[in-house]
């Protein structure tokens, strides 16, 4: 059903592959290098990389998670990978590692004018609590925010 791929963490020697989809996928409200170098290393955080079959980098997805409490901190996947099932399978994977760190609420935002990512959130248990305006940065787009408890998992 999904295009062959691997998961694993990501390491600082990641950083580059992991850049190139960073820009590419957020263009104007990108993460800078160092943000992204200091959220891979974070003990809080949990950072996973999609390969292909071949080893490049199609994907990566991040966790921070203190205490009972968890964000989607970024999810990305290469516009070739798109609809594969890589942004499933590297969210899938982040519930994998929440669960496994005690979160028993996780929140994220995702663009308004992303249907495609907001329809998986909700398809993983995600429901709509609120709105961001203006949220990402230059473009002016409004953040829908999204919460998934332990308690509504089916």
Known sequence: ????HRIRAAEASDLDAIMLIEQASFGPSAWDRETMRAEIASEWGRYLL???ADG???????????????DVQTI?????????????ALLLALLVE????????????????????????ASLGFVEIGLRPRYYQPEDVDAVV???SAESEG
């Open 50 to 52: 999609a390969e292909d």
């Open 146 to 148: 999204m919460k998934r």
């Open 98 to 121: 929440a669960e496994r760190r005690g979160v028993r609420e996780l929140f994220l935002e995702v663009r308004a004018d992303n249907p495609v990512a907001r329809t998986l959130y």
């Open 76 to 88: 990305a996947v290469d516009a070739a990978a798109r609809g594969s099932g890589v942004g499933r």
């Open 1 to 4: 059903m999904s295009a062959p």
């Open 56 to 70: 490049a980098t199609i994907g990566y997805a991040g966790l921070r998670a203190v205490g009972v409490e968890g």
